[in-house]
Nanobody, 123 residues
Framework: QVQLVESGGGLVEPGGSLRVSCVAS????????MSWYRRAPGKERELVAS???????NYGDSVKGRFTISRDNAKNTVSLQMNSLKPEDTAVYYC?????????????????WGQGTQVIVSS
């Protein structure tokens, strides 16, 4: 089994900050990319940020300069620091991990998703 357990999320005022984190646990051999996606009401899911195992990151245009993604490979953890939050950042944020896991047949590459955490930016 591989599970992604998220923490954080909540209500924050415009201009404020919030940090969400995600931990992968279970039969994890290694993790390649880890990412954060979000889905706002009435909108399509979009990539917020991603980070490779080597620490190379990429951001969606709408969050560049405001959000920072980081990871701790030893702990299989990815975090998203969100600063200068705007009402349009309101969404459910999902953690994603590309996992090389141990199975009865050997190693298998699978993608996993967290349960999602709600972020509301409002005054």
């Amino acid at each position: 089994q591989v599970q992604l357990v998220e923490s954080g999320g909540g209500l924050v005022e415009p201009g404020g900050s919030l940090r969400v984190s995600c931990v992968a646990s279970g039969s994890v051999f290694s993790i390649d990319a880890m990412s954060w996606y979000r889905r706002a009401p009435g909108k399509e899911r979009e990539l917020v940020a991603s980070i490779t195992s080597g620490g190379s990151s990429n951001y969606g245009d709408s969050v560049k300069g405001r959000f920072t993604i980081s990871r701790d490979n030893a702990k299989n953890t990815v975090s998203l620091q969100m600063n200068s939050l705007k009402p349009e950042d309101t969404a459910v944020y999902y953690c994603y991990a590309d996992v090389l896991r141990e199975t009865s047949r050997g190693l298998s590459r699978q993608d996993y998703w967290g349960q999602g955490t709600q972020v509301i930016v409002s005054s």
